[in-house]
């Protein structure tokens, strides 16, 4: 299944499409798949573009050789080494012993320490060129997104962008391998949640990278998982922008842990509140049953979070006790939360999220709340405060008026 990319007939997609892996790195969902794209370019020079997971091999290495025939690959630009991209390198490095591996000097460490590679090495620095032919290719290095040797090269010729990771997201590419290919409602929704599980922390880098590349033309943007920016790659480049300066929509994230149904009760009233009051975008989540990948993404798309836990332990529930550790480690700003729960008898559901509402610094809207045994009149009066307080904001702030 090579696809030319449209701009330059000499560059090729030679990725492949992994839907039997249930996790990312072992622990986001991969319910919809994810692509590990590489890229060729078939000039004077022959140079590969990152390879893909181990898992894919040696389909990857026929579609080089489909592309290539009996030629041997000159290089293998290495612009990121997490193993889902790097998991080929060797396989490639057999089959085509000559082949210079192009990388940073942090990139050198990882590809002996993962591979014990230690030969072929071809070091670039920051607006370095690599002169394939008619293909020229200069480097940007791009360091923590995702990992310290991240960087992306830009081909001067046909103005297209490798970018690694950035720009990309989950989900298998279903046929489209193009923007102007897909539905891309869909992979909007994976590309946020690749986004926030995956490079978020990063995201002031993104902000660096984003500005290192503002002055280029860039007339395609061909990532390492998730389609290829053929058509707008300001669409891709705006949504990353919003994402990693922290940007959110009109909306409620409500998300609760709940043994018996008390803290549940309590999010189902609020969540009804909120929208009697003019907020249309409600997103109600069980952190018991949807993974906290999806809750993240949901989070990091609308302004305000309501969390809510049972006392378990003394502590907060798990599920979301998981959920509150991902969101301090995610670096997300500017949000407006509440708080909510129940206890039976010493609590710690309750005071553990307020712990965490004030390490992470988002803007507390109204008091906690906190039923014991199962809510009555006077919690359900509170939370009814508190949901109209919480629309209020949010209305005042997106200029809705309910
Ligand atoms: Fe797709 Fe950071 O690896």
């Given at each position: 299944?090579?696809?030319?990319l449209s ?9 492949t ?18 692509s590990?794209?590489?890229?060729i370019?078939n ?9 893909v ?10 579609k ?9 690959v000159?290089?293998l ?9 790097s998991g080929?390198m ?10 210079k ?7 050198f460490p990882?590809?002996?320490?993962f591979?014990?590679?230690?030969k ?6 920051d607006?370095d ?14 360091p ?7 960087m ?6 046909s103005?297209?962008?490798f970018?690694?990771d950035a ?37 002031q880098m993104?902000q ?15 990532p390492?998982?998730?389609p290829v920016?053929?058509?707008s ?5 705006e949504?990353?922008?919003?994402w ?13 842990g709940s043994?018996?149904g008390n ?10 509140i ?6 249309k975008?409600?997103k109600?989540?069980?952190?018991s ?8 993404s ?9 969390i809510g836990?049972?006392a378990?332990n003394t ?7 998981t959920?509150?550790a991902?969101l301090?480690n ?7 939360v ?10 710690g559901?309750?005071s ?7 390490e992470?610094?988002w ?16 919690e ?8 109209k307080?919480m629309?209020?904001r949010?209305?005042?702030?997106f200029?809705?008026?309910?």
């Amino acid at each position: 299944m090579n696809c030319k990319l449209s701009i330059e007939a000499k560059v090729h997609w030679i990725g492949t499409n992994d839907r039997e892996t249930n996790l990312f790195e072992n622990y986001w969902p991969l319910d919809k798949g994810v692509s590990y794209n590489s890229y060729i370019i078939n000039d004077e020079k022959i140079a590969v573009l990152d390879t893909v997971k181990f898992n894919k091999t040696t389909e990857y290495l026929e579609k080089v050789k489909e592309i290539i025939g009996d030629r041997p690959v000159d290089y293998l630009i290495v612009n990121h080494m997490e193993p889902d991209h790097s998991g080929s390198m060797l396989a490639l490095l057999s089959a085509y012993p000559e082949m210079k591996i192009v990388g940073n000097k942090k990139t050198f460490p990882f590809i002996e320490g993962f591979y014990g590679i230690t030969k072929n090495y071809y070091e670039v620095n920051d607006g370095d060129m690599l002169d394939l032919g008619y293909h020229k290719l200069k480097f940007y290095l791009t360091p923590m997104v995702h990992w310290p040797e991240t960087m992306m090269t830009y081909d001067e010729t046909s103005k297209i962008l490798f970018s690694m990771d950035a720009f990309g997201g989950f989900g298998a590419l279903d046929g489209g391998i193009f923007d102007d290919e897909i539905n891309y409602e869909f992979y909007e929704d994976e590309t946020r949640r690749y986004y926030s599980n995956i490079v978020a922390k990063y995201s002031q880098m993104v902000q660096k990278s984003l500005q290192k590349l503002s002055s280029l033309d860039i007339r395609m943007i061909a990532p390492t998982h998730g389609p290829v920016w053929r058509e707008s790659p300001g669409k891709i480049m705006e949504l990353y922008n919003k994402w990693s300066q922290f940007k959110a929509e009109n909306g409620v994230v409500i998300v609760y842990g709940s043994m018996y149904g008390n803290t549940a009760k309590m999010a189902d009233y609020l969540a009804r509140i909120i929208a009697q009051n003019g907020v249309k975008n409600i997103k109600v989540f069980d952190a018991s049953k949807t993974h906290n990948s999806y809750i993240l993404s949901e989070i990091w798309k609308y302004k305000a979070v309501i969390i809510g836990s049972c006392a378990y332990n003394t502590k907060v529930f798990s599920p979301v006790e998981t959920l509150l550790a991902k969101l301090s480690n995610s670096g997300l700003k500017d949000r407006y939360v509440s708080v909510f729960g129940n206890k039976s008898w010493s609590g710690g559901g309750v005071s553990g999220i307020d712990a965490f509402v004030k390490e992470i610094g988002w803007e507390k809207i109204g008091p906690s709340i906190e039923a014991t045994y199962s809510p009555k009149d006077a919690e359900f009066e509170s939370l009814n405060k508190l949901g109209k307080e919480m629309a209020k904001r949010l209305n005042d702030e997106f200029n809705i008026n309910a």
